[in-house]
């Protein structure tokens, strides 16, 4: 049956029609599917590749050693329908050390452009979804033509809970726990095959890592692809929606000793663009942010709305690893609105008033001085 009525957050023509109110404009959107080996995540792209959805989408699948019939290879689906078009990936694996053979996969798609509508880029189980976001990211000739959409982790109902407390050697990120501490969007799959109780413990973790993330559950991997398609995660379309999700996030406790938390805070006030810059690059890049027992503050994922002097729009600040970015919205300060700035940071090693303490000093410092 013809799923017709499933709404799509934005409007997107058959044929890669033009946007005219969407700041990517014509681009493609590219969304990354993470998870752990097992979880559900061939289950998922397969699912999308055979049922009948009415959406055109290129899915570059990218396992090591699973003997699926389209492995290492890149196909456009429309309707279910196969096109006989793979491009093989020399590489099986898709990160930083073979940034250029992703890179290429996608120029060579983009060749084919007017016959799919959105891009699925698959990781393998044991990628850090962050480097291989940050490739999008940064890429400016790829970023004419794309644009990173968001990050979807697929987490296993059953042994999830197993993968996000693993201890690691120490300075270690536990993989399952960095998948879920980068995701805009968490699929807890196989929900048939555990209790209740069990499965309020999964979510509980995964919420405790990322306080930011909209979770969906589902069974054999089945969603409805407008949850997962059309997040706009990286791009200043977020605005509203991300104002109201940021006034609901709370600081969340380590299942772990050294496990990753969410952290949030708000300053009330105007801030200079270069203190806030100032700020960003002392806590990404020069790690000089300590907790309070002197251990590294470890940001993976960054996200906030700020007050910027100068700009009528609140402004919207991103960050990966050490990547980050600031955009303004399409969300404009009202006259008596009390302006504030907002930030949710997802890491290790956070100390909330710490961090809050490190970015007054910085806003205000600076300030006194100018």
Known sequence: M????????????AGGAEETQSSPGSKIPVTI????????????????????????????LNEFGEGSALEKSLAISQGGELY????????????CSVKDNGVKAIENLMQRRGKFDYILLETTGLADPGAVASMFWVDSELGSDIYLDGIVSV?????????????????LVNEASRQVALADL?????????????????????????????ILETQRSRV????????????????????????HVKTTHAHLDKGIITVTFEVPGNIKEENLNLFIQNLLWEKNVKDKTGHTTDVIRLKGLVSIQG???????????????????????KEDEKRTNRLVLIGRNLDKETIKEAFIATVREEQGNS
């Not at 017709?4 to 023509?13: H, N, R």
């Not at 006989?84 to 990160?95: F, M, P, Q, T, V």
């Not at 413990?201 to 306080?211: D, M």
């Not at 398609?229 to 999700?245: E, T």
Request: net charge negative; proline share 2%; hydrophobic share 35%.
């Open 2 to 13: 013809e799923d017709e009525d499933c709404p799509d957050l934005v409007p997107i023509g």
């Open 33 to 60: 599917i993470t998870g752990y080996l097992g979880a559900g995540k061939t289950t998922l792209l397969n699912y999308i590749l055979t049922e009948q959805h009415n959406k055109r989408i290129a899915v570059i």
């Open 84 to 95: 006989e078009e793979w491009l093989e990936l020399r590489n099986g694996c898709l990160c």
């Open 155 to 171: 987490v296993d109902a059953k042994h999830g809970l197993q993968h996000l407390t693993e201890e690691k050697p120490e300075g």
């Open 186 to 214: 968490i699929i807890i799959n196989k929900t048939d095959l555990v209790s209740g109780e069990e499965l309020n413990k999964v979510r509980t973790s995964v919420r405790s890592i990322n306080g930011l993330v909209k």
């Open 224 to 247: 409805d692809l407008s949850n997962v398609l059309d997040l706009h995660a990286f791009d200043s379309l977020s605005g509203i929606s991300l104002q109201k999700k940021l006034e």
């Open 311 to 333: 700009k009528s729009h609140q402004v919207i600040v991103q960050g990966v690893h050490e990547l980050y970015d600031l955009e303004e919205t399409a969300v404009a300060w």
